[in-house]
Protein backbone atom coordinates (compact mmCIF):
# COMPACT_ATOMS: atom_id res chain seq x y z
CA UNK A 1 0.00 0.00 0.00
CA UNK A 2 1.15 3.21 -1.34
CA UNK A 3 -0.25 6.70 0.54
CA UNK A 4 0.79 10.14 -0.08
CA UNK A 5 -0.66 12.88 1.61
CA UNK A 6 -0.38 17.11 0.72
CA UNK A 7 0.98 18.85 3.54
CA UNK A 8 2.25 22.49 3.45
CA UNK A 9 4.94 21.50 0.61
CA UNK A 10 5.46 17.98 2.34
CA UNK A 11 4.52 14.48 1.82
CA UNK A 12 4.40 11.53 3.55
CA UNK A 13 5.92 8.25 2.08
CA UNK A 14 4.05 5.32 4.34
CA UNK A 15 5.19 1.67 3.98
CA UNK A 16 6.86 -0.90 6.33
CA UNK A 17 4.80 0.10 9.88
CA UNK A 18 2.65 -2.93 10.89
CA UNK A 19 -0.87 -1.38 11.64
CA UNK A 20 -3.98 -3.62 10.73
CA UNK A 21 -1.95 -5.91 8.84
CA UNK A 22 -0.67 -2.91 6.39
CA UNK A 23 2.90 -2.58 6.63
CA UNK A 24 3.98 1.25 6.80
CA UNK A 25 6.87 3.32 7.63
CA UNK A 26 7.30 7.34 7.73
CA UNK A 27 9.28 8.94 5.59
CA UNK A 28 9.36 13.02 6.23
CA UNK A 29 10.37 14.32 2.84
CA UNK A 30 10.58 17.69 0.63
CA UNK A 31 8.69 17.21 -2.36
CA UNK A 32 6.01 18.80 -4.51
CA UNK A 33 3.39 21.36 -3.05
CA UNK A 34 0.56 19.78 -4.80
CA UNK A 35 -0.10 16.65 -5.86
CA UNK A 36 -3.09 15.38 -9.03
CA UNK A 37 -3.64 12.03 -9.55
CA UNK A 38 -6.69 12.42 -11.91
CA UNK A 39 -6.27 13.22 -16.16
CA UNK A 40 -4.57 16.53 -15.45
CA UNK A 41 -1.71 14.90 -13.40
CA UNK A 42 -0.71 13.09 -17.50
CA UNK A 43 -1.62 16.54 -19.54
CA UNK A 44 0.51 18.48 -17.68
CA UNK A 45 4.15 16.93 -16.82
CA UNK A 46 3.84 15.08 -20.26
CA UNK A 47 4.21 18.18 -22.18
CA UNK A 48 7.41 17.72 -24.00
CA UNK A 49 7.48 21.22 -24.36
CA UNK A 50 7.60 21.89 -20.81
CA UNK A 51 11.11 21.12 -20.20
CA UNK A 52 10.59 23.24 -16.38
CA UNK A 53 8.23 20.70 -14.81
CA UNK A 54 11.31 18.97 -14.31
CA UNK A 55 13.55 22.10 -11.97
CA UNK A 56 10.90 21.30 -9.05
CA UNK A 57 11.89 17.55 -8.71
CA UNK A 58 14.79 16.69 -6.01
CA UNK A 59 16.24 14.18 -7.87
CA UNK A 60 18.35 15.54 -11.12
CA UNK A 61 19.61 13.13 -13.60
CA UNK A 62 23.05 14.39 -15.37
CA UNK A 63 23.51 12.30 -18.93
CA UNK A 64 25.77 13.82 -21.88
CA UNK A 65 24.32 10.65 -23.76
CA UNK A 66 20.66 11.17 -23.68
CA UNK A 67 18.54 14.31 -22.93
CA UNK A 68 15.18 14.21 -20.90
CA UNK A 69 12.36 15.17 -22.85
CA UNK A 70 9.50 13.83 -21.32
CA UNK A 71 8.08 12.52 -18.29
CA UNK A 72 7.65 8.99 -19.58
CA UNK A 73 11.76 8.46 -20.70
CA UNK A 74 13.07 10.25 -17.89
CA UNK A 75 11.49 9.31 -14.30
CA UNK A 76 8.32 7.77 -13.76
CA UNK A 77 6.81 8.14 -10.00
CA UNK A 78 8.09 5.03 -8.23
CA UNK A 79 11.57 6.23 -8.76
CA UNK A 80 11.52 9.48 -7.50
CA UNK A 81 9.60 7.87 -4.12
CA UNK A 82 12.58 4.98 -3.65
CA UNK A 83 15.23 8.38 -4.49
CA UNK A 84 13.41 10.65 -1.67
CA UNK A 85 12.90 7.26 0.97
CA UNK A 86 17.44 7.19 0.60
CA UNK A 87 17.21 11.11 1.88
CA UNK A 88 14.47 10.91 4.15
CA UNK A 89 14.55 12.32 7.90
CA UNK A 90 14.54 9.73 10.71
CA UNK A 91 11.61 10.13 12.48
CA UNK A 92 10.63 8.33 15.68
CA UNK A 93 8.86 4.86 13.84
CA UNK A 94 12.38 4.76 12.02
CA UNK A 95 14.26 4.83 15.10
CA UNK A 96 12.38 2.20 16.60
CA UNK A 97 12.62 -0.02 14.05
CA UNK A 98 16.46 0.78 13.08
CA UNK A 99 16.93 -0.65 17.14
CA UNK A 100 15.38 -3.51 16.46
CA UNK A 101 17.63 -4.11 13.44
CA UNK A 102 20.55 -2.61 15.58
CA UNK A 103 20.19 -5.24 18.88
CA UNK A 104 19.81 -8.13 15.95
CA UNK A 105 22.72 -6.85 14.56
CA UNK A 106 25.31 -6.79 17.29
CA UNK A 107 23.70 -9.99 18.94
CA UNK A 108 24.63 -12.61 15.53
CA UNK A 109 26.00 -10.26 12.75
CA UNK A 110 28.84 -8.02 14.39
CA UNK A 111 30.56 -11.64 15.14
CA UNK A 112 30.78 -12.59 11.52
CA UNK A 113 31.79 -9.78 10.38
CA UNK A 114 34.43 -9.29 12.60
CA UNK A 115 35.69 -12.99 12.03
CA UNK A 116 35.22 -13.44 8.59
CA UNK A 117 33.78 -10.16 6.61
CA UNK A 118 35.04 -7.23 8.12
CA UNK A 119 34.03 -3.90 9.64
CA UNK A 120 32.57 -0.62 8.46
CA UNK A 121 31.93 1.77 10.98
CA UNK A 122 30.24 5.23 10.37
CA UNK A 123 29.62 8.18 12.02
CA UNK A 124 27.01 9.81 9.39
CA UNK A 125 26.47 13.09 11.45
CA UNK A 126 30.64 13.63 10.87
CA UNK A 127 30.84 12.09 7.08
CA UNK A 128 33.49 10.02 8.68
CA UNK A 129 33.99 5.67 8.23
CA UNK A 130 36.74 3.58 9.41
CA UNK A 131 36.99 0.03 8.19
CA UNK A 132 39.53 -2.70 9.44
CA UNK A 133 39.78 -6.21 7.73
CA UNK A 134 38.07 -9.66 9.70
CA UNK A 135 40.61 -11.25 12.27
CA UNK A 136 41.35 -14.72 10.17
CA UNK A 137 43.17 -12.61 7.70
CA UNK A 138 45.14 -11.13 10.16
CA UNK A 139 46.65 -13.79 11.93
CA UNK A 140 48.16 -16.30 9.55
CA UNK A 141 51.40 -18.69 9.01
CA UNK A 142 53.26 -19.48 6.44
CA UNK A 143 56.67 -21.28 5.47
CA UNK A 144 58.93 -17.96 4.62
CA UNK A 145 57.54 -15.95 7.86
CA UNK A 146 55.95 -18.35 10.24
CA UNK A 147 53.36 -17.15 12.30
CA UNK A 148 52.54 -13.54 10.91
CA UNK A 149 49.89 -10.54 11.09
CA UNK A 150 48.93 -8.13 8.93
CA UNK A 151 46.08 -5.45 10.06
CA UNK A 152 44.42 -3.17 7.09
CA UNK A 153 43.54 -0.16 8.38
CA UNK A 154 41.36 2.44 6.26
CA UNK A 155 40.17 5.73 7.71
CA UNK A 156 37.50 7.65 5.14
CA UNK A 157 36.41 11.99 5.62
CA UNK A 158 33.31 12.91 3.25
CA UNK A 159 32.58 16.37 2.82
CA UNK A 160 29.45 18.25 1.30
CA UNK A 161 30.61 18.97 -1.78
CA UNK A 162 31.25 15.06 -3.01
CA UNK A 163 34.57 15.17 -2.19
CA UNK A 164 36.74 12.26 -0.23
CA UNK A 165 39.75 11.92 1.68
CA UNK A 166 41.04 8.05 2.28
CA UNK A 167 43.70 7.48 4.96
CA UNK A 168 45.39 3.62 4.50
CA UNK A 169 47.54 2.09 6.54
CA UNK A 170 49.21 -1.31 6.09
CA UNK A 171 51.20 -3.02 8.34
CA UNK A 172 52.48 -6.63 8.61
CA UNK A 173 55.09 -8.80 10.28
CA UNK A 174 56.36 -12.43 10.35
CA UNK A 175 57.22 -13.30 14.12
CA UNK A 176 59.79 -16.04 12.86
CA UNK A 177 61.56 -14.43 10.19
CA UNK A 178 61.42 -11.00 11.58
CA UNK A 179 60.44 -9.14 8.33
CA UNK A 180 58.83 -5.82 8.97
CA UNK A 181 56.52 -4.23 6.12
CA UNK A 182 54.53 -1.22 6.60
CA UNK A 183 53.00 0.97 4.04
CA UNK A 184 50.70 4.36 3.86
CA UNK A 185 48.37 5.48 1.18
CA UNK A 186 46.43 8.49 0.77
CA UNK A 187 43.13 8.92 -2.01
CA UNK A 188 41.49 12.09 -2.55
CA UNK A 189 38.56 12.22 -5.11
CA UNK A 190 35.77 14.81 -5.96
CA UNK A 191 33.05 15.65 -8.75
CA UNK A 192 32.24 18.50 -9.85
CA UNK A 193 31.09 17.13 -11.77
CA UNK A 194 32.67 15.00 -13.18
CA UNK A 195 35.20 12.44 -11.12
CA UNK A 196 38.60 13.08 -10.16
CA UNK A 197 40.87 11.56 -7.93
CA UNK A 198 44.52 11.49 -6.92
CA UNK A 199 46.62 9.19 -5.00
CA UNK A 200 49.91 8.70 -3.21
CA UNK A 201 51.46 5.21 -1.73
CA UNK A 202 54.92 4.83 -0.15
CA UNK A 203 56.36 1.87 2.60
CA UNK A 204 56.80 -1.46 1.97
CA UNK A 205 54.65 -4.55 1.17
CA UNK A 206 55.07 -8.08 0.58
CA UNK A 207 53.16 -9.38 -2.53
CA UNK A 208 52.77 -12.51 -4.56
CA UNK A 209 54.45 -13.19 -7.51
CA UNK A 210 50.95 -13.60 -9.16
CA UNK A 211 49.60 -10.02 -9.51
CA UNK A 212 45.91 -11.48 -9.35
CA UNK A 213 46.71 -12.68 -5.63
CA UNK A 214 44.93 -15.85 -6.00
CA UNK A 215 46.04 -17.73 -3.04
CA UNK A 216 44.22 -16.89 0.16
CA UNK A 217 46.42 -16.50 3.15
CA UNK A 218 44.19 -17.89 5.79
CA UNK A 219 42.99 -21.21 3.59
CA UNK A 220 47.13 -21.66 2.77
CA UNK A 221 47.26 -21.57 6.20
CA UNK A 222 45.13 -24.10 6.75
CA UNK A 223 47.02 -26.43 4.23
CA UNK A 224 50.05 -25.88 5.52
CA UNK A 225 48.96 -26.65 8.95
CA UNK A 226 46.94 -30.14 7.88
CA UNK A 227 48.65 -31.29 4.95
CA UNK A 228 52.03 -29.30 5.14
CA UNK A 229 51.53 -27.43 1.56
CA UNK A 230 52.25 -24.16 0.46
CA UNK A 231 50.66 -22.59 -2.33
CA UNK A 232 51.73 -18.68 -1.12
CA UNK A 233 54.72 -17.92 -3.27
CA UNK A 234 55.75 -14.48 -2.15
CA UNK A 235 58.45 -11.59 -2.71
CA UNK A 236 59.46 -8.25 -0.67
CA UNK A 237 58.94 -4.94 -2.23
CA UNK A 238 59.59 -1.41 -1.62
CA UNK A 239 57.96 0.98 -3.48
CA UNK A 240 56.57 4.60 -4.11
CA UNK A 241 53.69 5.14 -6.01
CA UNK A 242 51.40 7.96 -7.25
CA UNK A 243 48.30 7.65 -9.69
CA UNK A 244 45.56 10.19 -10.92
CA UNK A 245 42.36 9.46 -12.10
CA UNK A 246 39.63 11.85 -14.05
CA UNK A 247 36.35 11.40 -15.78
CA UNK A 248 36.21 12.82 -19.29
CA UNK A 249 32.57 12.60 -19.71
CA UNK A 250 29.70 10.44 -17.52
CA UNK A 251 31.30 6.47 -17.64
CA UNK A 252 34.62 7.65 -19.15
CA UNK A 253 37.59 7.62 -17.25
CA UNK A 254 41.00 7.67 -17.88
CA UNK A 255 43.75 6.63 -15.17
CA UNK A 256 47.27 7.09 -15.27
CA UNK A 257 49.97 5.42 -12.27
CA UNK A 258 53.37 5.29 -12.11
CA UNK A 259 55.21 2.97 -10.03
CA UNK A 260 59.03 2.77 -8.23
CA UNK A 261 59.96 -0.28 -6.72
CA UNK A 262 62.67 -2.45 -5.58
CA UNK A 263 62.00 -5.97 -5.48
CA UNK A 264 63.91 -8.38 -3.31
CA UNK A 265 63.75 -12.46 -2.44
CA UNK A 266 62.64 -13.56 0.64
CA UNK A 267 63.46 -17.47 1.28
CA UNK A 268 62.15 -20.45 3.00
CA UNK A 269 63.16 -20.66 7.01
CA UNK A 270 65.70 -22.70 7.88
CA UNK A 271 63.86 -23.53 10.96
CA UNK A 272 60.01 -24.23 10.73
CA UNK A 273 58.03 -22.49 13.37
CA UNK A 274 56.15 -26.26 14.06
CA UNK A 275 58.34 -29.28 13.60
CA UNK A 276 58.60 -32.22 10.62
CA UNK A 277 56.79 -29.24 8.68
CA UNK A 278 59.52 -29.71 6.04
CA UNK A 279 59.19 -32.43 3.65
CA UNK A 280 57.01 -31.34 1.28
CA UNK A 281 57.71 -27.57 1.44
CA UNK A 282 58.84 -26.41 -2.50
CA UNK A 283 61.28 -23.24 -2.50
CA UNK A 284 59.65 -19.75 -2.37
CA UNK A 285 59.01 -19.33 -5.78
CA UNK A 286 56.76 -20.77 -8.67
CA UNK A 287 58.99 -23.95 -9.60
CA UNK A 288 56.43 -24.11 -13.10
CA UNK A 289 58.37 -21.75 -14.67
CA UNK A 290 61.53 -20.76 -12.71
CA UNK A 291 64.44 -23.17 -11.72
CA UNK A 292 65.76 -20.47 -9.44
CA UNK A 293 64.83 -17.71 -7.39
CA UNK A 294 64.91 -14.47 -9.07
CA UNK A 295 67.74 -11.57 -8.49
CA UNK A 296 67.17 -8.23 -6.70
CA UNK A 297 65.96 -5.70 -8.72
CA UNK A 298 64.39 -2.22 -9.68
CA UNK A 299 62.00 -1.33 -11.64
CA UNK A 300 59.70 1.78 -13.02
CA UNK A 301 56.43 1.30 -14.46
CA UNK A 302 53.93 3.46 -16.08
CA UNK A 303 50.20 2.31 -16.34
CA UNK A 304 47.37 3.64 -18.20
CA UNK A 305 43.83 2.88 -17.77
CA UNK A 306 40.62 3.98 -20.46
CA UNK A 307 37.73 2.21 -18.99
CA UNK A 308 34.09 3.47 -20.54
CA UNK A 309 30.94 2.75 -19.38
CA UNK A 310 29.02 2.75 -22.05
CA UNK A 311 25.78 4.89 -22.08
CA UNK A 312 25.94 5.76 -18.74
CA UNK A 313 24.40 8.16 -16.38
CA UNK A 314 24.49 9.98 -12.77
CA UNK A 315 21.39 10.83 -10.69
CA UNK A 316 21.98 13.50 -8.16
CA UNK A 317 20.62 13.51 -4.43
CA UNK A 318 21.03 16.29 -2.55
CA UNK A 319 24.74 17.18 -3.17
CA UNK A 320 25.86 13.39 -3.66
CA UNK A 321 25.61 11.72 -7.25
CA UNK A 322 25.17 8.30 -8.09
CA UNK A 323 25.84 6.04 -11.11
CA UNK A 324 22.92 4.12 -12.15
CA UNK A 325 23.80 0.88 -13.95
CA UNK A 326 23.04 0.15 -17.93
CA UNK A 327 21.93 -2.87 -20.01
CA UNK A 328 25.65 -1.94 -22.33
CA UNK A 329 29.10 -3.46 -21.87
CA UNK A 330 31.89 -1.88 -19.65
CA UNK A 331 35.23 -1.31 -21.85
CA UNK A 332 38.35 -1.55 -20.15
CA UNK A 333 41.58 -0.81 -21.95
CA UNK A 334 45.32 -0.88 -19.86
CA UNK A 335 48.17 -0.55 -20.94
CA UNK A 336 51.99 -1.14 -19.02
CA UNK A 337 55.31 0.68 -20.12
CA UNK A 338 58.38 0.08 -18.45
CA UNK A 339 60.76 2.60 -18.22
CA UNK A 340 64.44 1.35 -18.43
CA UNK A 341 66.87 3.04 -16.90
CA UNK A 342 65.26 5.33 -14.51
CA UNK A 343 66.61 5.42 -10.86
CA UNK A 344 68.62 2.16 -12.53
CA UNK A 345 65.45 -0.03 -13.87
CA UNK A 346 66.00 -3.14 -15.18
CA UNK A 347 63.18 -3.32 -16.41
CA UNK A 348 62.58 -2.94 -20.18
CA UNK A 349 58.61 -4.16 -21.71
CA UNK A 350 55.29 -3.03 -22.76
CA UNK A 351 52.05 -5.08 -22.58
CA UNK A 352 48.60 -4.44 -23.42
CA UNK A 353 44.87 -5.84 -22.32
CA UNK A 354 41.45 -4.84 -23.36
CA UNK A 355 38.10 -6.32 -21.62
CA UNK A 356 35.22 -6.67 -22.46
CA UNK A 357 32.69 -7.01 -18.99
CA UNK A 358 29.01 -7.31 -19.68
CA UNK A 359 25.87 -8.55 -17.69
CA UNK A 360 22.29 -8.81 -19.35
CA UNK A 361 19.22 -9.68 -16.71
CA UNK A 362 16.61 -11.94 -18.66
CA UNK A 363 14.25 -11.58 -15.72
CA UNK A 364 12.86 -15.06 -14.71
CA UNK A 365 14.76 -16.89 -17.49
CA UNK A 366 17.89 -16.08 -15.64
CA UNK A 367 21.06 -13.51 -15.69
CA UNK A 368 24.35 -14.15 -17.76
CA UNK A 369 27.23 -12.59 -17.03
CA UNK A 370 30.13 -12.53 -19.54
CA UNK A 371 34.23 -11.12 -19.21
CA UNK A 372 36.24 -11.67 -22.02
CA UNK A 373 40.32 -10.43 -22.22
CA UNK A 374 42.69 -10.16 -25.09
CA UNK A 375 46.00 -9.13 -24.38
CA UNK A 376 49.73 -9.80 -24.65
CA UNK A 377 53.09 -7.86 -24.88
CA UNK A 378 54.74 -6.30 -27.29
CA UNK A 379 58.46 -6.42 -26.32
CA UNK A 380 60.16 -8.50 -23.74
CA UNK A 381 63.56 -7.09 -23.31
CA UNK A 382 63.33 -7.30 -19.59
CA UNK A 383 60.30 -9.66 -18.21
CA UNK A 384 60.34 -10.47 -14.35
CA UNK A 385 58.21 -13.21 -13.19
CA UNK A 386 55.74 -10.84 -11.37
CA UNK A 387 55.15 -9.12 -14.60
CA UNK A 388 54.16 -11.87 -16.15
CA UNK A 389 50.93 -12.29 -17.77
CA UNK A 390 48.73 -14.11 -14.60
CA UNK A 391 45.13 -15.66 -14.03
CA UNK A 392 42.97 -15.93 -11.15
CA UNK A 393 43.41 -19.84 -10.75
CA UNK A 394 43.06 -21.69 -7.68
CA UNK A 395 44.12 -25.32 -5.92
CA UNK A 396 42.19 -25.17 -2.80
CA UNK A 397 38.79 -26.63 -1.98
CA UNK A 398 38.21 -23.78 -0.51
CA UNK A 399 38.16 -20.00 -2.00
CA UNK A 400 37.02 -16.66 -2.02
CA UNK A 401 34.39 -15.94 -4.78
CA UNK A 402 34.72 -14.47 -8.37
CA UNK A 403 33.26 -14.83 -11.42
CA UNK A 404 36.33 -14.39 -14.13
CA UNK A 405 38.57 -17.39 -11.99
CA UNK A 406 39.95 -20.84 -12.99
CA UNK A 407 38.81 -22.96 -10.18
CA UNK A 408 40.85 -25.76 -11.23
CA UNK A 409 43.97 -24.82 -12.77
CA UNK A 410 47.47 -24.88 -10.98
CA UNK A 411 48.19 -21.08 -9.88
CA UNK A 412 51.44 -20.73 -12.24
CA UNK A 413 50.89 -23.57 -14.88
CA UNK A 414 49.72 -21.02 -17.78
CA UNK A 415 51.59 -17.96 -16.49
CA UNK A 416 53.57 -16.49 -19.72
CA UNK A 417 54.69 -13.28 -21.63
CA UNK A 418 53.77 -14.19 -24.78
CA UNK A 419 52.87 -11.74 -27.13
CA UNK A 420 48.61 -12.55 -27.44
CA UNK A 421 46.74 -14.46 -25.44
CA UNK A 422 42.35 -14.60 -24.94
CA UNK A 423 40.26 -15.39 -22.05
CA UNK A 424 36.77 -16.01 -21.96
CA UNK A 425 34.34 -16.11 -18.63
CA UNK A 426 30.79 -17.30 -19.26
CA UNK A 427 28.41 -17.84 -16.38
CA UNK A 428 24.43 -18.11 -16.69
CA UNK A 429 22.34 -17.95 -13.45
CA UNK A 430 19.28 -19.82 -13.65
CA UNK A 431 16.41 -18.43 -11.56
CA UNK A 432 13.01 -19.16 -13.63
CA UNK A 433 13.15 -22.61 -13.66
CA UNK A 434 12.91 -24.06 -10.12
CA UNK A 435 9.81 -21.41 -8.97
CA UNK A 436 7.43 -24.29 -7.72
CA UNK A 437 10.50 -26.25 -6.12
CA UNK A 438 12.78 -25.97 -2.90
CA UNK A 439 15.63 -24.55 -4.37
CA UNK A 440 13.49 -21.59 -4.94
CA UNK A 441 11.70 -21.13 -1.43
CA UNK A 442 15.65 -21.69 -0.03
CA UNK A 443 16.91 -18.84 -2.64
CA UNK A 444 19.39 -21.09 -3.95
CA UNK A 445 20.44 -20.32 -7.68
CA UNK A 446 22.41 -22.73 -10.11
CA UNK A 447 24.90 -21.36 -12.10
CA UNK A 448 26.79 -23.10 -15.44
CA UNK A 449 29.79 -21.69 -16.35
CA UNK A 450 32.19 -22.30 -19.49
CA UNK A 451 35.58 -20.49 -19.03
CA UNK A 452 38.40 -20.81 -21.76
CA UNK A 453 42.22 -19.59 -21.93
CA UNK A 454 43.81 -19.39 -25.05
CA UNK A 455 47.70 -18.65 -25.73
CA UNK A 456 48.80 -20.25 -28.88
CA UNK A 457 47.68 -23.65 -30.87
CA UNK A 458 50.05 -25.80 -27.99
CA UNK A 459 48.60 -24.07 -25.43
CA UNK A 460 45.05 -24.04 -24.02
CA UNK A 461 43.02 -24.63 -21.78
CA UNK A 462 38.65 -24.81 -20.80
CA UNK A 463 37.04 -25.64 -18.12
CA UNK A 464 33.46 -26.34 -16.99
CA UNK A 465 31.68 -25.63 -13.62
CA UNK A 466 27.90 -26.62 -12.65
CA UNK A 467 27.42 -24.91 -9.54
CA UNK A 468 24.51 -23.93 -6.23
CA UNK A 469 24.95 -20.38 -5.48
CA UNK A 470 23.72 -18.38 -2.54
CA UNK A 471 24.06 -21.65 -0.23
CA UNK A 472 22.93 -20.35 3.43
CA UNK A 473 23.49 -16.88 1.86
CA UNK A 474 27.21 -16.68 2.41
CA UNK A 475 28.42 -20.20 0.30
CA UNK A 476 28.42 -21.09 -3.38
CA UNK A 477 29.70 -24.66 -4.20
CA UNK A 478 30.99 -25.58 -7.45
CA UNK A 479 31.72 -28.78 -9.65
CA UNK A 480 34.80 -28.54 -11.60
CA UNK A 481 36.02 -29.81 -14.53
CA UNK A 482 39.05 -28.89 -16.68
CA UNK A 483 40.98 -30.00 -19.95
CA UNK A 484 44.38 -28.72 -21.13
CA UNK A 485 45.80 -29.15 -24.79
CA UNK A 486 47.29 -32.71 -23.43
CA UNK A 487 43.63 -33.85 -22.47
CA UNK A 488 45.18 -33.59 -18.68
CA UNK A 489 42.24 -33.46 -16.25
CA UNK A 490 41.78 -30.67 -13.81
CA UNK A 491 38.95 -31.34 -11.73
CA UNK A 492 37.40 -31.44 -8.33
CA UNK A 493 34.57 -29.70 -5.89
CA UNK A 494 34.96 -26.19 -4.20
CA UNK A 495 33.21 -24.29 -2.08
CA UNK A 496 33.53 -20.65 -2.27
CA UNK A 497 32.18 -17.63 -0.26
CA UNK A 498 33.80 -14.07 0.45
CA UNK A 499 34.46 -15.08 3.79
CA UNK A 500 37.79 -16.14 2.67
Known sequence: MIAIFNMKNHCLYLKHLLTFGIIIVFFHIKCYAFYNFYNRFESQFSNK??????????????SNIS??????????????????????????????????????????????????????????????????????????????EGFKTNNKLMLTKEFINSSKLSLGLDTRYGFNSGTLA?????????????????????GTQINQFNNENPVAENINSLYYLLDNMNYLKIYYQKFIKTGYT??????LKIQTKFYYEYREPLSNLTRYPIIGYTTRILPNYPTEILNQQFTEHAGALLKIQLKWQINSHYESIGSKQYLVENKLP????????????LFKSVLNFNKWDLQAIHKQNFNQFGTLNVHLIVGGFINTHHVEIMDYNHYYTNQFILNSYKIASFQALPIYLFSNKNDFYL???NQYQIKGLFNKTSIKKWDIFVTLNANFLYINSTKYYHEYKIGLEHLFKYFTLEFVYGLDQNNNNYSGIRLLSNFF
Do not use: C
Not at 330 to 341: E, G, S
Open 182 to 202: SNLKVMYSTRTPYYKSIEFGI
Open 330 to 341: TLILNFTQAIPK
Open 423 to 425: TSF
Open 49 to 62: NNTNNFNILPLKID
Open 67 to 144: LLKSYDDSISLGTFLMHTMLSSQKDSLYQLYHTKFQNFYFKYQLPIDILFIGRKISWENRLLSFEFQPLTHNFNINPV
Open 246 to 251: FELKNG
